[in-house]
């Protein structure tokens, strides 16, 4: 349906048993243990320096439409420098809407892995379940969301490249995204 | 709620309910009162350049189609068939030059003209028992464009927009006439937040005040070299007609050393003095205050912020950006907040990426600024809602003496509209919540009733007022 997305046909599917499938796998859950633990400048070791880590807006569009998602409007469109300011900010004593912290569950499934025209770099995709609990009179918040990875092998360990988070709702419903996905 | 006078005397002197945050009857009050009548914000005509390009948007539970229709005209139509009341349109963008409900199959035009209605003949008698001439989905009653801000009104007999601006115009231009060109918009970003829609319109109209505390860590971290305490209070806040803003004061210099300051190039300051009143840039050059946060009563806020956006960059070297935003209220505690990212049509591409990508790191959902303003209006909304809120004003007198005068005298010498004072001060939400109580306590008028596109006047479906 949506053309802004990387498309996996064509591309050589692992099976789950191949041991660049579980190594992207394990990547993902490592990665989840970070994002949950709020560990961002763990997390941003994970990352390439030419990291695009983007978030289109979801948008309600007809069947026949060509896409799915706003034009030139994203949540994030981040590179390294802004996704370090983001890390760094969380770090302040001063970052009230995470201060006391979010208790956040990332759950991944649905993994996939296909081989790509470059053997340094597979591509994965996977599914993300946010779970997102404040204070103690809030209502906890999810966040369901497909994501579309690149993971590139740099000195022989796998980081992350690119990430395209394509969001299942076109309203957010959290009081804002100081989460990554 | 508690008694309604005592409550709109209160608001007036500075004093607010904590309940009128959280309170169904008050929401009540507001829906009729204030959204079945004021100009609300839908859209932007560079969502819609094309023909047949639409959008669909809501005034609380109103839903219109805002569609540019074949001859490039502007029409915003409720989102209602009229047969068996179905959504026409279920998207929320695209292209069509027709809408076909999806229940019996009755199409429009996108100008909002029947035009198909199945079995005519054999299920109405053909013009006979349902003419179909002439009927078309219900226009919004009041629609209005400013710099190519598409405004509705649900009263039929609103005070014209232009009217209602105001000299508020003024400041409007700053953000939404860069160039002759006007501007084009991104988004919106749509996220729900707990939180009751006016404290959003209040903090953009007038609170400086929050900045050096609430946005510490943006400081912190090097994103933003202005918002610190002495350099916010040296801002002017302006209250013009319906609505009302900060500005920083600048360092000295002309009108285009302090553009330039703020990281516009020579070409796009070129635009700007050749779009702009030699008033509007004397607010600049001769008066130093640069535009930051606004709004416009009731929902519609618009906020201008020169972040860092490069990595490379040296410590002075910022980009602009704007951004617009209708603080569309869901329930009393809950409101969908729209945001989008604005940028003069004739600007480089280079600079509206840049622009842009200062617009995400600052504002909108993940915005590292709004970020922790919605944290502090959340909790602001959940408290209001218990038993103790009804007992407890909240001092929004900043500024003014036990006497009601201000602190400091107003402005003498600003070349913009309105009243304005420098230094922190509650003017801008005391005069936004002072127009809320005024639109509270205007009784309401007949409402009138539109039968399949003919008009009825209905003598006392709302009682005729109080």
């Keep these: 349906m949506a053309t802004s997305r990387m498309d996996a046909a064509g591309m050589k599917p692992l099976s789950f048993g191949d041991p660049r499938h579980l190594e992207a796998h394990q990547f993902l859950v490592d990665e989840s243990y970070l994002l949950d633990a709020q560990l961002y400048d763990d997390w941003l070791e994970k990352l390439t320096e030419d990291i695009h880590y983007l978030v289109p807006v979801r948008v309600t569009t007809a069947r026949s439409s060509e896409f799915d998602t706003s034009p030139g409007m994203a949540h994030f469109d981040d590179d390294m420098y802004s996704l370090k300011l983001r890390a760094a900010r969380f770090a302040t004593e001063h970052a009230w809407t995470e201060d006391p912290p979010s208790r956040l569950r990332h759950y991944i499934t649905n993994v996939r892995s296909f081989e790509t025209e470059t053997s340094a770099e597979l591509f994965v995709q996977s599914a993300v379940l946010l779970f997102r609990s404040r204070g103690d009179n809030r209502e906890p918040n999810f966040l369901s969301a497909t994501r579309e990875d690149i993971l590139r092998r740099e000195a022989g360990m796998l980081k992350l490249a690119k990430r395209l988070v394509i969001m299942d709702e076109s309203v957010v419903r959290m009081q804002n995204l100081a989460i990554f996905l | ?466």
């Design chain 2, 1 to 466: 709620m508690n008694d309604l006078s005592l409550m709109l005397a209160d608001v007036r002197r500075g004093m607010i309910p904590a309940y009128v945050y959280n309170d169904e009857e008050v929401f009540k009050l507001e829906k009729e009162h204030i959204f079945e009548r004021s100009w609300i914000f839908l859209a932007h005509e560079s969502e819609i350049p094309a023909p047949g390009d639409y959008v669909v948007r809501r005034i609380l539970e109103d839903n219109f189609i805002v569609a540019r229709d074949e001859a490039g005209e502007v029409r915003v139509m409720f989102n209602m068939c009229l047969h068996r009341g179905m959504q026409i349109c279920r998207a929320e963008l695209g292209n069509a030059s027709h809408f076909r409900c999806s229940y019996h199959g009755w199409s429009y035009r996108n100008d909002g003209k029947l035009v198909g209605l199945p079995f005519h003949n054999e299920a109405y008698g053909g013009e006979d028992g349902f003419t179909k001439i002439g009927q078309s989905l219900l226009p919004a009653p009041s629609v209005a464009t400013f710099n190519g801000l598409i405004f509705v009104n649900l009263d039929p007999n609103a005070q014209p927009f232009l009217e209602f601006l105001g000299d508020f115009a003024f400041y409007l231009d700053f953000y939404t006439k860069q160039s002759g060109d006007g501007v084009e918009v991104r988004g919106p970003q749509r996220w729900r937040v707990k939180s009751n829609w006016k404290i959003g319109a209040e903090n953009a109209a007038g609170d400086s005040y929050h900045t050096p505390q609430t946005h510490r860590s943006v400081v912190e971290i090097g994103l933003f070299r202005e918002p610190t305490g002495a350099k916010r209070k040296e801002g002017a806040l302006y209250w013009c007609d319906k609505g009302g803003g900060t500005t920083y004061k600048l360092p000295p210099g002309t009108f285009r050393e302090r553009l330039r300051y703020v990281g516009y190039s020579d070409e796009m300051i070129d635009r700007m003095e050749s779009s702009w009143s030699l008033e509007q840039q004397r607010l600049i050059g001769d008066d130093g205050f640069m535009i930051s946060a606004a709004t416009l009563f009731p929902t519609f806020s618009l906020v201008h912020n020169w972040p860092k956006v490069d990595a490379n960059a040296d410590d002075d070297e910022v980009v602009p950006f704007i951004t617009m935003r209708v603080w569309q209220p869901i329930s009393a505690t809950e409101t969908e907040i729209l945001s989008w990212f604005i940028v003069d049509k004739n600007a480089t591409e280079e600079f509206k990426e840049a622009s842009y990508k200062g617009y995400l790191m600052c504002f909108g959902s993940t915005g590292m600024f709004e970020q922790d303003d919605v944290e502090n209006w959340v909790s602001i909304t959940s408290l209001a809602g218990g038993s103790m809120a009804r007992r407890l004003l909240l001092n929004s007198r900043m500024g003014l003496t036990s006497t009601d005068k201000p602190l400091n005298k107003p402005l003498a010498d600003f070349h913009g509209p309105g009243l304005a004072y420098v230094g922190y001060g509650e003017f801008n939400q005391r005069a936004l919540l002072k127009e809320w109580a005024d639109c509270i306590e205007k009784p309401l008028d007949e409402t009138v009733q539109l039968v399949m596109g003919e008009k009825v006047v209905a003598s006392d479906s709302k009682g005729g007022g109080k």
